[in-house]
């Protein structure tokens, strides 16, 4: 945590402030900034959330080896940097505003700024200014504020864009002004326009509207970051990481426990900042150097193509997935997982971390490079990562190390030779897979026998439990789907068969994907399994926690499948020992005689779900079927649909008003019970 801010005793006058992090003092001076010279900034609650422009790489700067207070944002392009302010601050009013308060008192709090270099990959010039780092809802509001109130956040976020960049022209003959100074000189004559109105609506009786707004927005109040020192002795962050890493520190003391961040951002504060305190400490036995390039790699700094340089390994392609992998390898190996665990219990305030708590913290780590191109399923994926994600037993207690390889089915043979760094290999990058595309979800009742296009599994269990089961040493089969799935998977996108029947038919382009991960048929040379026109089976959830765990599969189908009610989906993953052909239970089920009340409403109650999930999977077949109907004939009539509605809408009602009794007797008897415990006190 950062100490309270207080003057310097050692600077000229006691002007400089003082915060000191894990690490690091950080010096500053509180100041006046013009809001058109202040750039919104990385943080974690901005840099977390799916969005569809990617945040730049962060680099530390240094100077003569030491640390300084300037970081360098590289963009691919001006365009780029342009809309990723356009869309910080659009972003940030959706969550909430400030407006009106400003409006009344001006922004009171100061921002906490400091220098920055806009760099970019396509060799234009780069720009120096000024970002915010703590209080871009306010920025954002300030913005809000000057343009009007009948402005949109879309406005507001136009009108920041195009003022804090204005427009460009192209630099004269020999007049060799850099690009920042000819942006500078754009938002001077920007500043020079908003003076000329609020002198013009200041005259009169009362100042207008528009010189209010003005005025209370022209400038903010900044705490801007000028010196960075390093504390001696004892393990530490390199030179180009300790700036950033105490920035962060500062704004996490604040939003971890006071303004807290969503979940995702405050997992990727916590795991950052433990790995930080074990390199600093010098725990987990792990040299600083190998700590330094998982550091690099956890906050986005060190690329997946670069995994070959940094771990000096040609070997490792260097994809987003096997980042993943050698993350996951480092952040759970038995070494460094007790001190990471600890450490993450310390910052979050914790007396407990359970493997699933500490899971959650890789989710949102792990998931960087494709975050946004699977931005439709990252809940249920971090989700999953909640639910215990790839932690298995062995992964966490057995040292193993990766095995780089092009093509992942070529460790399947080895793997069920018993060996671990082969077998444990396949689990996280399989594992990562699966829950990357939404083939394995949590451990969820709603799914539980469901039909397998609406994500059905046979029985419930933890994510880590399966993955483990899929990658135990006689478990070929389970093996084999981990195996292709990760030699299948790709960051770019997501494949066919991570959304419903009903996502696909909202997005028709889904529909020509031909990215998708396929069902294992260990009978078939290449193990993948195909349909009777040759095409690959697509996997489903319900081939995965099948494959976790056949004999358990088979007697929860049995067990659950009553005999009047309709027949539960068999897998479409198929091994030698069992097919799925064979009935249930691998025997003809027998047909009871007789039945009590209590089970003839329970295969009622079954049969009108199943009923319920026919129908909509009639519904949404029907509407697949319809652009190859052409205009004639209909594909319902005004007739048809006014029957199917009155039905449709006579079953809504009775389920809502039952659901609705229910609900009421539950709340009585909790009124009750609190009555009664009230009573005894």
Same mark, same amino acid.
């Given at each position: 945590m950062a100490t309270q801010l207080r003057p310097s005793k050692t600077s000229a006058g006691g002007l400089l402030l003082e915060e000191h992090v894990e690490g690091?003092?950080?010096?500053?001076?509180?100041?006046?900034?013009?809001?058109?010279?202040?750039?919104?900034?990385?943080?974690?609650?901005?840099?977390?959330?799916?969005?569809?422009?990617?945040?730049?790489?962060?680099?530390?700067?240094?100077?003569?080896?030491?640390?300084?207070?300037?970081l360098r944002y590289t963009y691919k392009s001006l365009e780029h940097l342009r809309s990723h302010v356009w869309q910080t601050i659009q972003g940030t009013l959706a969550l909430n505003s400030y407006a009106p308060s400003i409006l009344g008192r001006k922004v009171t709090r100061a921002l906490i700024t400091h220098p920055v270099e806009f760099a970019f990959e396509d060799g234009t010039e780069s720009i120096y200014g000024l970002v915010v780092r703590d209080g871009i809802t306010r920025l954002a509001s300030a913005w809000k504020v000057l343009a009007g109130p009948a402005k949109t956040a879309d406005d507001a976020a136009t009108m920041a864009m195009e003022a804090l960049f204005g427009t460009l022209s192209p630099a004269k003959p020999g007049d060799g002004k850099p690009l920042t100074q000819r942006i500078a000189a754009s938002r001077e004559a920007r500043r020079q326009t908003l003076t000329t109105e609020f002198t013009q609506d200041w005259a009169g009786s009362q100042p207008g509207l528009r010189a209010i707004q003005i005025a209370q927005t022209y400038v903010m109040p900044a705490q801007i970051t000028v010196g960075a020192q390093q504390h001696p002795g004892g393990p530490a962050l390199a030179a180009e990481d300790l700036f950033d890493d105490a920035m962060r520190s500062i704004l996490a003391s604040v939003h971890l426990e006071f303004k807290e961040w969503d979940q995702a951002a405050q997992n990727v504060e916590v795991a950052t900042r433990a790995l930080k305190r074990v390199m600093q400490l010098g725990l987990g036995g792990w040299h600083k150097d190998d700590l330094q390039v998982v550091y690099g790699l956890a906050v986005g700094r060190t690329s997946p193509e670069e995994l070959p340089k940094e771990y000096e390994n040609d070997a490792i392609p260097g994809t987003p997935l096997w980042r993943a992998v050698y993350l996951v390898h480092a952040l759970t190996h038995p070494d460094l997982l007790g001190?990471?665990?600890e450490q993450s219990k310390a910052i979050k305030g914790d007396r407990r971390m359970s493997e699933k708590g500490y899971a959650g913290l890789l989710g949102p780590i792990v998931d960087h490079p494709w975050r946004n191109t699977k931005r439709d399923v990252t809940k249920q994926a971090r989700n999953a990562w909640a639910n215990g994600g790839v932690l298995t037993k062995d992964i966490i207690a057995t040292p193993w190390e990766p095995?780089?390889?092009?093509?992942?089915?070529?460790?399947?043979?080895?793997?069920?030779?018993?060996?671990?760094?082969?077998?444990?290999?396949?689990?996280?990058?399989?594992?990562?897979?699966?829950?990357?595309?939404?083939?394995?979800?949590?451990?969820?009742?709603?799914a539980l026998m469901a039909p397998k296009e609406k994500g059905g599994v046979p029985f419930r269990a933890d994510v880590n439990d399966i993955i483990g089961d899929l990658a135990r040493r006689d478990n070929e089969l389970g093996l084999w789907t981990l195996a292709l799935a990760a030699q299948r998977f790709e960051a770019g996108r997501l494949p066919r068969n991570s959304a419903t029947t009903r996502q696909i038919i909202r997005k028709p382009t889904a529909a020509a994907n031909d990215y998708v991960h396929v069902a294992v048929d260990l009978s078939e040379p290449d193990r993948i399994a195909r349909d009777a026109a040759g095409q690959p089976v697509p996997l489903t959830q319900w081939d995965v926690v099948w494959a976790s765990d056949e004999s358990r599969a088979r007697k929860e189908v049995a067990r659950r499948n009553p005999p009047t009610s309709s027949a539960v989906p068999q897998p479409t993953s198929t091994s030698p020992q069992e097919s799925p052909a064979e009935?249930?239970?691998?025997?003809?089920?027998? &047909?009871?005689?007789?039945?009590? %009340?209590? /089970?003839?409403?329970?295969?009622?109650?079954?049969?009108?779900? $199943?009923?319920?999930?026919?129908?909509?999977?009639?519904?949404?077949?029907?509407?697949?079927?319809?652009?190859?109907?052409? &205009?004639?004939?209909?594909?319902? %009539?005004? /007739?048809?649909?006014?029957?199917?509605?009155?039905?449709?809408? $006579?079953?809504?009602h009775e389920l809502y008003q039952r659901l609705k009794a229910e609900k009421g007797a539950a709340e009585q008897e909790d009124e009750e019970a609190g009555e009664e415990s009230g009573d005894e006190g």
């Amino acid at each position: 945590m950062a100490t309270q801010l207080r003057p310097s005793k050692t600077s000229a006058g006691g002007l400089l402030l003082e915060e000191h992090v894990e690490g690091a003092t950080l010096r500053s001076v509180l100041s006046k900034v013009w809001l058109l010279e202040l750039f919104p900034g990385i943080q974690p609650r901005t840099g977390m959330e799916v969005m569809e422009t990617a945040d730049p790489r962060v680099e530390g700067v240094t100077d003569n080896g030491q640390p300084s207070t300037l970081l360098r944002y590289t963009y691919k392009s001006l365009e780029h940097l342009r809309s990723h302010v356009w869309q910080t601050i659009q972003g940030t009013l959706a969550l909430n505003s400030y407006a009106p308060s400003i409006l009344g008192r001006k922004v009171t709090r100061a921002l906490i700024t400091h220098p920055v270099e806009f760099a970019f990959e396509d060799g234009t010039e780069s720009i120096y200014g000024l970002v915010v780092r703590d209080g871009i809802t306010r920025l954002a509001s300030a913005w809000k504020v000057l343009a009007g109130p009948a402005k949109t956040a879309d406005d507001a976020a136009t009108m920041a864009m195009e003022a804090l960049f204005g427009t460009l022209s192209p630099a004269k003959p020999g007049d060799g002004k850099p690009l920042t100074q000819r942006i500078a000189a754009s938002r001077e004559a920007r500043r020079q326009t908003l003076t000329t109105e609020f002198t013009q609506d200041w005259a009169g009786s009362q100042p207008g509207l528009r010189a209010i707004q003005i005025a209370q927005t022209y400038v903010m109040p900044a705490q801007i970051t000028v010196g960075a020192q390093q504390h001696p002795g004892g393990p530490a962050l390199a030179a180009e990481d300790l700036f950033d890493d105490a920035m962060r520190s500062i704004l996490a003391s604040v939003h971890l426990e006071f303004k807290e961040w969503d979940q995702a951002a405050q997992n990727v504060e916590v795991a950052t900042r433990a790995l930080k305190r074990v390199m600093q400490l010098g725990l987990g036995g792990w040299h600083k150097d190998d700590l330094q390039v998982v550091y690099g790699l956890a906050v986005g700094r060190t690329s997946p193509e670069e995994l070959p340089k940094e771990y000096e390994n040609d070997a490792i392609p260097g994809t987003p997935l096997w980042r993943a992998v050698y993350l996951v390898h480092a952040l759970t190996h038995p070494d460094l997982l007790g001190p990471l665990k600890e450490q993450s219990k310390a910052i979050k305030g914790d007396r407990r971390m359970s493997e699933k708590g500490y899971a959650g913290l890789l989710g949102p780590i792990v998931d960087h490079p494709w975050r946004n191109t699977k931005r439709d399923v990252t809940k249920q994926a971090r989700n999953a990562w909640a639910n215990g994600g790839v932690l298995t037993k062995d992964i966490i207690a057995t040292p193993w190390e990766p095995v780089p390889t092009s093509d992942f089915t070529a460790l399947v043979e080895t793997a069920l030779a018993d060996d671990d760094n082969a077998r444990l290999t396949l689990a996280v990058a399989g594992g990562i897979a699966l829950i990357a595309d939404k083939l394995l979800t949590r451990n969820v009742g709603s799914a539980l026998m469901a039909p397998k296009e609406k994500g059905g599994v046979p029985f419930r269990a933890d994510v880590n439990d399966i993955i483990g089961d899929l990658a135990r040493r006689d478990n070929e089969l389970g093996l084999w789907t981990l195996a292709l799935a990760a030699q299948r998977f790709e960051a770019g996108r997501l494949p066919r068969n991570s959304a419903t029947t009903r996502q696909i038919i909202r997005k028709p382009t889904a529909a020509a994907n031909d990215y998708v991960h396929v069902a294992v048929d260990l009978s078939e040379p290449d193990r993948i399994a195909r349909d009777a026109a040759g095409q690959p089976v697509p996997l489903t959830q319900w081939d995965v926690v099948w494959a976790s765990d056949e004999s358990r599969a088979r007697k929860e189908v049995a067990r659950r499948n009553p005999p009047t009610s309709s027949a539960v989906p068999q897998p479409t993953s198929t091994s030698p020992q069992e097919s799925p052909a064979e009935p249930a239970g691998g025997q003809p089920a027998a &047909t009871p005689t007789t039945h009590t %009340t209590a /089970q003839r409403a329970a295969a009622e109650r079954q049969a009108l779900k $199943d009923a319920l999930d026919n129908a909509r999977h009639a519904l949404d077949e029907l509407t697949k079927l319809e652009p190859d109907l052409g &205009t004639w004939p209909p594909l319902f %009539t005004i /007739q048809n649909l006014e029957q199917l509605h009155t039905v449709a809408e $006579d079953v809504k009602h009775e389920l809502y008003q039952r659901l609705k009794a229910e609900k009421g007797a539950a709340e009585q008897e909790d009124e009750e019970a609190g009555e009664e415990s009230g009573d005894e006190g």
